[in-house]
């Protein structure tokens, strides 16, 4: 399908099918969303006009750019587990209001995951990962620093296990960076591929959310701990991820804090929550469309002048980009990646962890409800019905399964309100990647 689209001064169309984006006159973009997204009128073009724009549609079309037969390429269904995310900690030293985890607890008692257990997991991974040479292994929480030690024994056992089987682990974590010391960071840099650090920008709006026990606001606490991690970090990966509501919708302002405090990898997320003064609603989406352009003006700008960031949502790559396959079947929830919680048992996703309709066995017993695992199995973009012609759908791979059931009750119905954000993220996106080449090649 052709999508006709205007971010800012700009018009594009983008073909789904070859994946080929085009800047075009504003003429020629009314045009196309009128004939082919049913969007305004095609009275409004004359005969001489009309014939034009066909004209160079069709020229576009022979050559495979515009038009293109979109190739529908079902997933493997393949068994071996590539990644679990550990719940090393159902506990946390922050009270965020917004937090999906039940401030840490996830609606459960509080409770740490014992070195036996998250040694056992790794013995599960390694398992039942068939022929895969890249095993991922994600610390989660609650507050993963919390049990800094269970952590490093368990690198060890799992580098050591990985050895003897000939897999090569990569590690990831998350931390709120209340306990983020020199010796958190030293093992960080030396064992975590990707770590990911939780700030929401400016000391006002962080504060009104992330608070610690006692009620009071996290940015003092943490601010000089993540610009020491960030800066002993050298060119392994990391984030700084910050989470938006409906009371900071001029996040813009937050990223743009954010790289100005010399973080150059950068991700501020939409909220998904049900709490009435923080949630995101239908009424709020346009407000969000002029945010994200704003934000896309302020980080051309600055990529002009040398000075660019990394911003995980315009992060969109028409050229290189992950493969088909990839594409369609999506994080692979349920079935190639799974949740582990602190007594062991098996969930398809840590925003599915707890939720006894979702529980799907135990590493020490291994995976017991294979009709869940069915269903994740089988779940892909070409099920998502309601995917097949939104033109993003080769680039979000039909939205999270989890928020898709909390809001839709299916797996495979994609939650509206994300939707609507993801678009306009890739439209931004698509623009930025366009300016890129075009400033590059200059």
Known sequence: MVHAFKVKDKSFLYDSGSGALHECDEETRAYVAAKYEKVGSLNNFSPDTAQRIEGELNELKKEGLLFAEEVKVYPPKSHDIKALCLHICHDCNLRCRYCFADEGAYHSAREFMSEETAKRAIDFLIENSGKRRILEVDFFGGEPLMCLETIKNVVA??????????KKFLFTTTTNALLLDDDAIDFFNREMENVVLSLDGRKEVHDAIRKTINGKGSFD??????????KSRGDKSYYVRGTFTAKNLDFSRDVIFLADNGFDSISMEPVVTDIEDLKIGEEHLDTINGEYERLLSDYLDRYDKGQGFNFFHFNVDLEG???????VSACGA??????????????????????K?????????????????????????????ECGDCFAKF??????????YHYRGDVNKPYKITCAMMKKRI??????????????NT
């Not at 980009?321 to 594409?327: D, E, N, T």
């Open 427 to 440: 439209e931004c996106g698509m623009y930025a990647f366009a300016h890129k080449k075009q400033s590059d």
């Open 321 to 327: 980009g992950v493969c088909l396959q990839k594409k």
């Open 334 to 355: 349920g079935n190639e990646y799974f949740s582990v919680v602190p007594n062991g048992d098996i969930y398809p996703c840590h925003q599915f962890a707890g939720d």
């Open 395 to 404: 680039i979000c791979s039909g939205g999270c399964a989890a928020n898709n």
């Open 357 to 385: 309709n979702f529980y799907m066995g135990n590493v020490f017993e291994g995976i017991l409800n294979q009709d869940i695992r069915a269903t994740f199995a089988n779940s892909c973009l070409f099920t998502r019905e």
């Open 221 to 230: 606490l943490v601010i000089d701990k993540i610009k020491k991690f960030v």
């Open 157 to 166: 056992y799992a580098r050591k296990k990985g050895d003897e089987a000939g």
